[in-house]
C-alpha cells in the first residue's frame, strides 16, 4: 500500500456538531474518539490449523472534562445519532452553561507507516501455510519437541479524535504479530520455549523466511532447558539478555515514569525530575514515533503527534511521560503518551516503545566480569508496583555465571527487587540493541508496547529460585 | 436494555443468516450490556464512565471445521456480514473428527431460572448514591490508621449483562446477571517506609457492598507491610491469606481444563483417579453458586450449568469440559464449563466459580502450625512465574514473618516456590472462614497451611 494521508472516519461538521452538544451543560474540555478496528487470528496446535477468527467493530467514545472530573460515555456505532446520544450521556451529570468548542483545525493527521503489503489482502490460505512451515520447522529442531503451538494475528485500528480545543487528527495503525510456543520433554522432564515477532507493518514482517526462524529459536530454548537444574536463590549480579530483557526497564523505570503515577504520589520517582537515580552511562528513551516498531502510532489516542522523549540522560530522570491532562497539571508539553486500549476506554499516561540505548561492551565483556550470577536471557513478563517500587519478574531462559563463563541453564527463577536500588545497579550496558513487542495492562487497559535494550548488568539483585543453600 | 424476545430473535436470525452462507451448523450468542465505572481521588470524582456494549458472537461448522466470528452491526446484513465471515474462517481450518455444534442430547441437566443471577437494585440506585459509595470507601481508607498517606484510585463497577444464544441444532437460551465490585489501593507511610495494600468487595448489587470494610482491609493490608525487610532465603512453613490462596487455586483450575490436559499441557494430564493433593483438600467448580459472580443458568454453548468436584479428600476427580472436549474424551460428558469472555471471544473450557473446601482452624491456629513461617498475605507475577505445563513455579510475596506461632516482622520483596502438586500434597489445614476472590476467576477460599515451600529472600 503507498503512503496516504489518513482518512477521517467522521466528517468534521459532524465532530463539530458532536462536540457543540458534549458541552451543552458546560465543561472545560470535550472530546470525540472515533474508532474502526477489524482483524484476522489463527493458530496451529497439535499440527492442525485451527481457531480462525475474523471480526470488527465501530464504535465512539465521548468525554467532557470539568474541573478535576472527567464524564465518559461510550456507543457502538459511528452514526450521527449514536453520536449525539453519547455526546448527551456524557453531559448529563453536568448542570452549567453551555461553553463554546474551538472551530476544528483542517483535517490534519501524521504520515503513515509504510506498510507493503496489507495483510487483510492475503488469502488465510497462506497463513495457514506460514503457521504449518513454522509447526515443521519447530518440530525439526529435535525429537523432545512434543508440541508446538502458533498464532497469527493482523489487525487494523483506523481512529479520528476531535476536540474542543481544535484538534482533528486521524491515524490508521496496522500491526501483524507470530507467537509459538514450544513443548519439549525428555526423561520425565517438562519444559516450554515462547518467542514472538511483531510490528507495525504489513504481511511482509512474516515473509523470507523470519517466522520460520522465530519458531526454531522457540524450540530450541524449549530442548536447552530440558537439561536445566534448579535456579540459585539469594542475592548476586545479574545480566539481563537483550530484546525483551528491556520489559525490566518497562517494569521498574517506565511505570513510575507514567505522569498519573507521579502526580497522584504513586511513584517512587516522584520529585526526582533532574535528579541522579542511575549510573552516569545510562540513556533511555520513550519512542512512538520510531519507524515500524511495535509500539509506534503517528498520533496517540488523544491527537497528539508521538515523538521521542528522553527519559534518563547521563543518569538522572529527564522526562515523564504525559497525557493531555497530565500535561497540563505539571504546565508542560504532553509527550504523546495518551493511550487507551479501544473507544471504551478513557486515554491514560502509557509507554510506546521503551528502551535503554545501547552501551559500548559486548554481552561477553558483562559476563566474563561476573563470578557467581544469574544471566536471565528473557521474561515470562513482570509486575511493579510504582508506589514502593518493588517489582518481580519470571525468567523463561535463564542460566548461571561461574567464574565470568555461562554454565548451565536453570529453570524458571524469579527476579525481585526494588526499582530504585536495581536501576542504580545497572553497571554496564552491551552494544547488542533489539526491540521486543509485547501487550502492557495497567488500570484494565491492554496496549501494544516495544521494549528493548542490548544486554544490561545489575550488580546485585534477589534470584528467587528453588535451590536454597 | 434491549428485551430478551428481541435479543433472540437477533441469535436466531444471525444463525440462519449463517446456514443461508453455507454453514452445516450455526451457533449465534448475542450480548446486551450496560454499567458505569466511578473512580474517586481525593474526595473527588476523577472520572465517571457510562458503558454501553452490544454485539454478536458467530460460530459455523462445515463438515468438521469451526470458524467463528463477531461484529457489533446488528442490522440484518451486519448480522449476514458476520456469519459470512464465521462461514470463511471455518472453510480455512483443518477437519477435526470431533470438532461439531453442540446439541441438546450434550446438555446433562436442566437449566436454572434465567434471572435469578441478576439484582434489580444495580439499575435502580441513582448514579449520586454509588458515587457518594465510593467516596465513603476512599474516606474510611484514610480514617482508618494515621499511617495511611493516600488512596491511589478507589474505583466502584457495576454491570448488568443479558445474554440470548440460539443454534441450528437446538439449543436456545436467555439469561441476565448483574455484579457490582469496588476496590481500594491504599498507600501507608512511616518512617521511611512506603507500602500499599489492597481492599475490596463484590456482590450482585453495589448494596452488597461495605465501603468501611473495603477501606479498612485496604488500610490494613498497607499498614502490615510498614517496615518490612526481606527474609532470608530458607524451606519453612507458609500461610497464605484467603486471596493467595484463591489465586493458586485459580490457576490449578485452569489446568484442570481438559482442553489444556488433552493436550498434554496440564500437570493434571493422565492423573485421573490418583492422589494430587493431600486429603484435607476439596476443590469444586459449581457454575450455579447463587453467591458466585460467574455464575449463570447457562454455559457459553448454552448447556445447562452444574458442579463439578475436581479434587476430592485430595483425589483428582474429574476435569472440566465443554461439549468438543467431552466428545474427544470419548467416554466424558460436557461439565458446562464453555465460557464466553465477551461476544468478542469464541467460548472455550474455563472454571466458572471455584471453591476451595473450607475445613475448621480459625487464621491463629494455622499461624500457630506454622510455628515459624511466613504468612503470604500477596503474590505478584503469577501469570509470568507459574510454568502451566509442568506446573513449577517461583513468584514474588509479600506478607508477615510467624515467629513461635504468631505474626512478627513484616516481610517483602521474596519469592515464594514449589511446584502446583507439590504444594498441594503439603496442604496441612485449611481454615474454617471462606471468601470470595475476583482474582484468578471467581474463588471462594480459605486460608490454607502449607507445610513446606522454598522462600527466596536475602
Sequence with gaps: MPRRPPQPLIEPGLAARVLDRALARGGDFAEVFCEDRSGFTMAIDESRVERAQRGGERGAGVRVASGETTYFAHVDGLDEADLERTADAAASALAGQRSAPRPLAAAGGPELQEILTDPAGVPAERKAELLRACDERARAAGGSVTQVMASYAEGRRRVTVASSEGRFASDDRTRVRLGVQVVARRNGAVETGFETLGAHRGWELVEGGVAEATAERAAQVALTLLDAGDAPAGAMPVVVGGGFGGVLFHEMTGHGLEADHVQKHASVYEGKLGEQVAQPHLVAYDDGALPNEWGTEGIDDEGTPTQRTAVIEEGRIASYLHDLRSAAKDAVSPTGNGRRESFRHLPIPRMTNTYIAPGTATPQDLIADVDQGFYAVSFAGGQVDPTTGDFVFGTSEGYLIEGGRVTRPCKGATLIGNCLSALANIDAVANDFEMKTGFCGKGGQRVPVGTGQGHVRISELTVGGTAVG | ?458
Design chain 2, 1 to 458: 436494555m434491549t428485551p430478551a424476545a428481541d435479543l433472540e430473535a437477533l441469535a436466531e436470525q444471525a444463525a440462519e443468516s449463517a446456514l443461508a452462507a453455507g454453514a452445516g451448523d450455526a451457533e449465534a450468542a448475542v450480548q446486551d450490556s450496560t454499567g458505569r465505572e466511578i473512580r474517586v481521588f481525593d474526595g473527588q470524582v476523577e472520572s465517571l464512565t457510562e458503558a454501553g456494549e452490544r454485539g454478536l458472537g458467530v460460530r459455523a461448522w462445515i463438515d468438521g471445521r469451526v470458524g467463528f466470528a463477531y461484529g457489533t452491526d446488528l442490522s440484518g446484513d451486519g448480522l449476514a456480514d458476520v456469519a459470512a465471515d464465521a462461514v470463511e474462517a471455518a472453510r480455512v481450518v483443518d477437519p477435526d473428527e470431533h470438532a461439531a455444534a453442540p446439541a441438546p442430547s450434550d446438555d446433562a441437566g436442566r437449566a436454572g431460572d434465567p434471572g435469578v443471577y441478576h439484582d434489580a437494585q444495580v439499575g435502580a440506585m441513582p448514579t449520586p448514591e454509588k458515587i457518594g459509595l465510593a467516596k465513603a470507601i476512599e474516606r474510611h481508607a484514610r480514617e482508618a490508621d494515621h499511617r495511611v498517606a493516600g488512596v491511589e484510585t478507589t474505583v466502584y463497577v457495576d454491570e448488568e449483562v443479558r445474554w440470548a444464544l440460539c443454534s441450528s441444532t437446538g439449543l436456545r437460551g436467555f439469561y441476565e446477571a448483574s455484579f457490582a465490585y469496588a476496590y481500594a489501593q491504599v498507600i501507608a507511610a512511616d518512617n521511611g517506609s512506603k507500602q500499599t495494600g489492597l481492599g475490596f468487595g463484590l456482590g450482585r448489587s453495589p448494596v452488597a457492598l461495605d465501603p468501611e470494610a473495603i477501606g479498612r482491609e485496604g488500610a490494613e493490608r498497607a499498614v502490615q507491610l510498614l517496615g518490612a525487610s526481606k527474609p532470608a532465603s530458607r524451606n519453612c512453613p507458609v500461610v497464605l491469606d484467603p486471596t493467595v490462596a484463591a489465586s493458586f487455586a485459580g490457576f490449578v483450575g485452569g489446568v484442570l481444563c481438559a482442553d489444556e490436559v488433552q493436550r498434554g499441557r496440564s500437570p493434571f494430564a493422565d492423573r485421573l483417579g490418583e492422589e494430587v493433593a493431600s486429603d484435607v483438600l476439596v476443590l469444586t467448580d459449581d457454575g450455579t453458586d447463587p453467591e458466585g459472580m460467574a455464575s449463570a443458568p447457562i454455559d457459553g454453548e448454552g448447556l445447562a450449568r452444574g458442579r463439578t468436584t475436581l479434587i476430592g479428600r485430595g483425589r483428582l476427580s474429574a476435569y472440566l469440559h465443554d461439549s468438543y472436549t467431552a466428545r474427544r474424551d470419548g467416554g466424558a460428558r460436557s461439565t458446562a464449563n464453555a465460557a464466553r469472555s465477551g461476544y468478542r471471544s469464541a467460548p472455550s473450557v474455563s472454571t466458572s466459580n471455584l471453591i476451595l473446601g473450607p475445613g475448621g482452624a480459625s487464621l491463629e491456629e494455622l499461624l500457630a502450625g506454622a510455628g515459624d513461617g511466613v504468612y503470604v498475605t500477596d503474590v505478584a507475577g503469577l501469570h509470568s512465574g507459574v510454568n502451566p505445563v509442568s506446573g513449577q513455579f517461583s513468584v514474588g510475596a509479600s506478607g508477615v514473618l510467624v515467629e513461635g506461632g504468631e505474626l512478627g516482622t513484616a516481610a517483602t520483596e521474596f519469592t515464594i516456590a514449589s511446584d502446583l502438586v507439590s504444594m498441594l500434597s503439603a496442604v496441612s489445614a485449611a481454615g474454617a472462614e471462606a471468601r470470595w476472590v475476583p482474582f484468578g476467576g471467581s474463588v471462594k477460599s480459605p486460608p490454607l497451611l502449607i507445610a513446606e515451600m522454598a522462600i527466596g529472600g536475602s
